[in-house]
C-alpha cells in the first residue's frame, strides 16, 4: 500500500492521518513506563483509580469499554500484585471497589511522572510556534473526543 509523507495510507484523508499519528503516537508513550512494571491495561486501571479514587468495576469496564470480565482479569491482576485492594461499596454493600494501595499509588505515579518527563522533553524541542500549534489541535481534538 502506497503512504503519502506522513506514513499514513493515501487517500486516507485528514481523519486518516489523525487517527494514524494519534495511534503511533500512543503505542510510543505506552512503551515508556518503569521496568518489570505491569502491562498497558493493568497500568492504565491502575492510573485510574489513583486519578479518580476508588471505582467499581462496572464504572472501571465503562470507562475503557470493554466487558466486566475483561476488567476483571486487569483487577485481578492489580489486587494479587498488591497495588489494588478490594473494598465493600459503604452505599451498597453487594458492590465492591476497587482503590489503590500505598504500594498502586507509587508505581502509578511513577509511570505518570516517566511518560509525562519522555513527551515534555519532545515538545520542549519544539519552537514555541510548534508548540502553540500542538496545544492548539490538543483543544480541538479534545472537543471531538467529547463530542
Known amino acids: 500500500m502506497e503512504t503519502d509523507a506522513t506514513g499514513t495510507p493515501d487517500g486516507a484523508g485528514l481523519g486518516g492521518q489523525?487517527?494514524?499519528?494519534v495511534a503511533r503516537l500512543?503505542?510510543?508513550f505506552r512503551s515508556e513506563r518503569p521496568e518489570g512494571s505491569l502491562g498497558d491495561t493493568a497500568l492504565e486501571v491502575?492510573?485510574?483509580?489513583?486519578?479518580?479514587g476508588p471505582q467499581t468495576l462496572t464504572q472501571l469496564s465503562d470507562h475503557d469499554r470493554v466487558a466486566p470480565a475483561s476488567m476483571s482479569q486487569s483487577v485481578n491482576r492489580l489486587t494479587s500484585a498488591g497495588y489494588a485492594i478490594r473494598t465493600p461499596d459503604p452505599n451498597d454493600r453487594r458492590k465492591v471497589l476497587f482503590s489503590t494501595?500505598?504500594?498502586?499509588?507509587e508505581l502509578a505515579h511513577a509511570a505518570r511522572t516517566q511518560r509525562n518527563a519522555w513527551l515534555d522533553a519532545h515538545l520542549h524541542a519544539l519552537s514555541p510556534e510548534d508548540q502553540n500549534t500542538i496545544a492548539r489541535a490538543c483543544v480541538l481534538l479534545g472537543n471531538i473526543a467529547d463530542s
Open 26 to 28: 500512543y503505542r510510543r
Open 18 to 21: 489523525v487517527r494514524s499519528t
Open 46 to 52: 491502575l492510573t485510574r483509580l489513583h486519578k479518580h
Open 101 to 105: 494501595t500505598p504500594q498502586g499509588a
